[in-house]
């Protein structure tokens, strides 16, 4: 059984692009389970914002559809009409003046409430949507705004559109979402590392040999084409996802769970990565495209066949060794890799420890891996710990390498709930724990900037891979060049 979950007072949350994708498919069946698990009081109000001219009835026929699509069609009828009943629609359009009163005529209405917004839009009508939330006076004490990552496409970009959400919103009040800081195994990281004394006296260059981080999907870019082809996988994912899981691992203990305390830490992580440059490039990045090939048992089209766009360049896959220049770390590589229509959708971090430093055993005992922690956090949420042991029976003292394995569906038997729904509600409750502060975004693309302009600089076409495959060779070589290889379960 979840424990149950504290309510939080009504309030009002309003999303921009209320019938756009992430709407649909996350946040309004994350809403629909906070609403079931009774987090979410009668008397709340959700409230969808686009351009579509629709009726509220007609918006509560697609969140019904959408909810029921991907929560499944047995929810329970009094339930889901309870949770429909939360919902209103306002028909705006950001850029134009028209409908704006009203809306915030209708948002006034209760003034003591906390008030969200949640811009789950394109980025570039942040601002005019913030200015004219400003405008109404609806960037009041209570109100907060939640924007969606990647926040600009450089450090320039984002510094810009951070400076002007912050004329219209303090930084306490912004709410920069990265979805993964929401997802249960990612927040048990930081649980498996302070809340056990075994982990920490190990945790650093003296005792690690190498960190990995992948995050694979084997989906393509899908009806994200435009988006996806403007930005790319560093911009997409290792710009946040990635590093802030990198952060995780690498950060110094806080001295609290203060959101300050956890992201003053983080920074000072990014703050210390090596930066990836025109000077080191060929050495430390790859980045790749994937051509035609199977995916999920079909044969899928190749990238720019998808994009129909035969020039483009916009890597779907990027490895990385990424180095922290610090005491804690120093010489321990951090290899990163993430793409587009590789073999599985795995999201895992792999810790793996320094070998022995003397062997006992003779030759016949069989070769002695390094210990490694495998931090599986998506599908399958569990953690590994591969040990040596002894194989059982006579014929000699014989090693082999088996798993402690923890699987989180089975230690906890709890439905694992999505990252939106704890997200969402810590914005009502106004923690910022789980989300970006503006220098850490900052810090994170003064790190991404270098190597986007190195690429841009060497003029070399994004290497092909095959879709289905586990990206270019030039991924394996480059771990393998350090003699090392990337994990494989069971390797
Ligand atoms: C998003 C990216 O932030 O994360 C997508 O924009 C990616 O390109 C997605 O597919 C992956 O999220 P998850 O939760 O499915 O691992």
């Not at 440059?277 to 190749?302: F, I, M």
């Amino acid at each position: 059984m979840t424990a149950p979950a504290s309510q939080v007072d009504p309030f009002d949350l309003v999303i921009f692009g209320g019938t756009g994708d992430l709407a649909v498919r996350k946040l309004l069946p994350a809403l629909y389970h906070r609403y079931a698990d009774g987090q979410i009081q009668p008397g709340s109000r959700l409230i969808g914002v686009a351009r579509d001219a629709l009726s509220d009835a007609d918006y509560h026929a697609r969140v019904r559809e959408a909810v029921v699509k991907s929560l499944g069609a047995d929810l329970p009828e009094e339930t889901l009409s309870g949770f429909l009943g939360l919902i209103g629609y306002h028909a705006l359009d950001a850029r134009k003046d028209a409908g704006w009163d009203a809306f915030a005529a209708a948002m006034h209405a209760s003034p003591e409430r906390v008030c969200v917004f949640y811009l789950a839009t394109s980025p570039d009508i942040f601002v005019p949507i913030c200015e004219r939330l400003r405008e109404r006076g609806l960037n009041h004490a209570r109100a907060r705004v939640v924007v969606e990552k990647p926040i600009g496409r450089d450090l320039q970009s984002a510094t810009a559109i951070n400076d002007a959400l912050g004329r219209c919103f303090a930084e306490q009040q912004t709410f920069r979402i990265d979805h993964y800081l929401g997802k249960e195994t990612v927040q048990n990281l930081v649980a498996l590392r302070f809340g056990n004394a075994l982990f920490e006296p190990l945790w650093n260059a003296g005792h690690i040999d190498h960190v990995q981080i992948t995050v694979a999907e084997t989906i393509g870019v899908e009806w994200r084409a435009g988006f996806y082809d403007g930005a790319g996988a560093l911009r997409d994912m290792v710009q946040n996802h990635l590093l802030q899981l990198l952060c995780l691992v690498a950060m110094e203990p806080p001295a609290s769970l203060a959101p300050d305390a956890i992201r003053d830490e983080k920074l000072k992580v990014l703050r210390a990565l090596k930066p990836i440059d025109e000077t080191n490039a060929a050495q430390c990045s790859v980045r790749g495209q994937y051509r035609a090939g199977a995916s999920n048992g079909g044969a899928v089209p190749g990238y720019l066949e998808e994009i129909g766009r035969p020039e483009s360049r916009t890597e779907t896959f990027v490895a990385l060794k990424a180095e922290l220049r610090n005491w804690r770390w120093a010489g321990v590589p951090f290899y990163l890799r993430t793409g587009k229509r590789l073999p599985e959708r795995v999201s895992e971090i792999v810790i793996t420890f320094r070998a022995i430093p003397h062997s006992i055993f003779g030759e016949s005992a069989g070769q002695i891996s390094p210990n490694k922690l495998v931090l599986r956090l998506q599908p399958d949420e569990g953690v590994k710990l591969w040990l040596m042991n002894k194989y059982p029976g006579p014929g000699g003292l014989r090693l082999r390498r088996v798993a402690l394995d923890m699987s989180f569906a089975e230690a906890f038997g709890v439905r694992n709930p999505d990252a939106y729904e704890r997200l969402l509600m810590d914005v009502v409750r106004g923690n910022p724990t789980l989300f970006m502060r503006r220098d850490e975004v900052e810090a994170a693309w003064a790190w991404a900037d270098p190597i986007l302009a190195a690429w841009e600089a060497g003029h070399d076409a994004p290497k092909g891979y095959t879709a289905g495959t586990w990206g270019p060779s030039a991924a394996v070589a480059l771990i393998e060049r350090d003699g090392r290889t990337w994990h494989e379960d069971a390797s």
